[in-house]
């Protein structure tokens, strides 16, 4: 009796079966799939072929178009800025016209060219016509012309005829005017001869006066100084006067004031009542003027009087009420000027003290008209002149000589050539110096009027002092002038009395 469980068999029947099915399916599906697959590539090898037909007609008739245009580009270009496609260049080309042919596009562009070749060929005939009546006007000129030409040449044949006499005439007139002018040049030549002769005579005479004149200048420059040296005369007046002394403060007062234009910090040097004379050159072999006996300051300016320091005096000769003062810097009521030439070295210590000197002048209100420096430098009114020459003026005070370097002593060229300037001013400055009446001092003379005073050390009788070495003195006898302390002493009669300085090792000391 047989089994109703199924079987292996079963299961492999049944698996064979759907496995049957499912593959006559996808074989269907498959079938149809390819069939359609066909058609789609058939349908595209069409839609290809005509695509490839009308790009190929798009070509030949892009080719045919650019012959037309004259265009060799390749690529036609879809960007109007490239110049290098079809396009590009097409609108470059429209653009390029301007005026009347300004186009859009090439229609236009050959419609308005059309009518411009048509205004063209008007214009042309036109012209041409005017151009016929220019023609025929022309002639008619020249036949006119030609006529008034053949009349012309029948007047010049007749005219011809009496050439030969006026050429004739003409020959004989410029002879006698050639005869004239040769005998007019002998005599100019004779005339110049003359002038030269003269010219010879006359720069000897010239030569020979100016000779004279340097001699006669030379003899009174020696004479005028051989007076001064056997006078020594001052046409100097004293600038004012001591009014009050008063010897524990040493101050003074003097009958100047602000009304006068006077300044502080004025120098004036003091005279004996009874000298023979202010602003008077020193004797020969002597320092400075021998009558001076002492110098002031100013310190406090009042409208009719003024407060000083007596900065030095000679203690033999105390300064004194009724003393005169005087200083070439400074004059009431009027402005002096002063020249200087040659090393200014006030202080003594070989260098040029030009800015102490400025400082000193300006202090007065005076100016310096005329400075030649140690190195030849000319400066006129305070501004540097190169090349320039010095101009003494009847306004001019003094001309102050200070040191002149020698030509011996110069290391090189260019320092020669600064002495030989420096030489050259001053011959200048003393020739205008001589002819003019200014005095000539020297810069000792200088300093001794304007009252000036090197600045040593000061120390006050009586007062704190501190030395070099640091030790402090307690007091100096005023009668003797001397120093009183435990380790230190030093005498000190006749020290001058100076501004206040400071000193290394020590405190600045006091003035009076």
Known sequence: ???????????????????????????????????????????????????????????????????????????????????????????????????????????????????????????????????????????????????????????????????????????????????????????????????????????????????????????????????????????????????????????????????????TR?????????????????????????????????????EKMAEGRIVNEDLNRPIASGDPIYTPLWSPGREEFISFVGDIDIDKDGKGDFDMLNEMVQNTGAKIDNLVNQKGELYLNGRLAEGGEPKITENTKFLVKGKLPELATAKDKDEQARILRMNELLTSLEKQAFERGVRIISLSDFLSFVGYVPQKRLFVPGEPFTLRSGTRQSAVDAKNRQFTSGENSAAVNGIKRTKPQSFEGGETSKSR
């Open 266 to 302: 004025t120098t004036f040097s003091v005279y004996e009542k009874s000298n023979s004379g202010v602003g008077r050159a020193a004797a020969a072999g002597a320092k400075g003027p021998e009558d001076i006996k002492g110098s002031i300051e100013i310190t406090k300016v009042e």
């Open 1 to 263: 009796m047989a089994s109703s469980k199924p079987t292996g068999v079963h299961y492999a029947l049944v698996s064979f079966v759907l496995l049957t099915i499912v593959c006559g399916v996808f074989w269907i599906l498959n079938h149809k799939w390819l069939n359609e697959a066909r058609t789609e590539t058939t349908r595209a090898k069409e839609d290809q072929k005509k695509a490839t037909d009308a790009l190929n007609r798009m070509l030949a008739q892009s080719g045919e178009l650019k012959k037309l245009l004259g265009i060799t580009l390749d690529d036609i270009g879809d960007d109007e800025s490239n110049v290098n496609s079809v396009r590009g260049h097409i609108r470059a080309r429209l653009n390029g016209q301007q005026g009347d042919l300004a186009s859009t596009t090439y229609e236009d562009l050959l419609t308005k060219l059309e009518q411009a070749a048509k205004n063209a060929s008007a214009a042309r005939d036109d012209l041409q016509a005017k151009l016929k009546t220019e023609q025929d006007t022309f002639q008619n000129k020249m036949n006119e012309l030609q006529a008034q030409m053949a009349e012309q040449k029948k007047a010049r044949d007749l005219a011809d005829q009496g050439k030969a006499s006026s050429v004739k005439q003409y020959d004989e007139k410029q002879n006698e005017l050639r005869a004239e002018v040769d005998d007019e040049r002998r005599k100019r030549g004779e005339t110049e001869t003359a002038m030269e002769e003269l010219q010879a005579k006359f720069d000897a005479f010239k030569k020979k006066s100016n000779q004279e004149i340097d001699n006669l200048r030379a003899l009174n420059k020696s004479l005028t100084q051989a007076v001064q040296n056997m006078r020594r005369e001052s046409f100097e007046v004293a600038k004012g006067q001591i009014v009050k002394v008063d010897a524990v403060t040493n101050k003074v007062w003097i009958n100047r004031g602000s009304q006068d234009g006077l300044r």
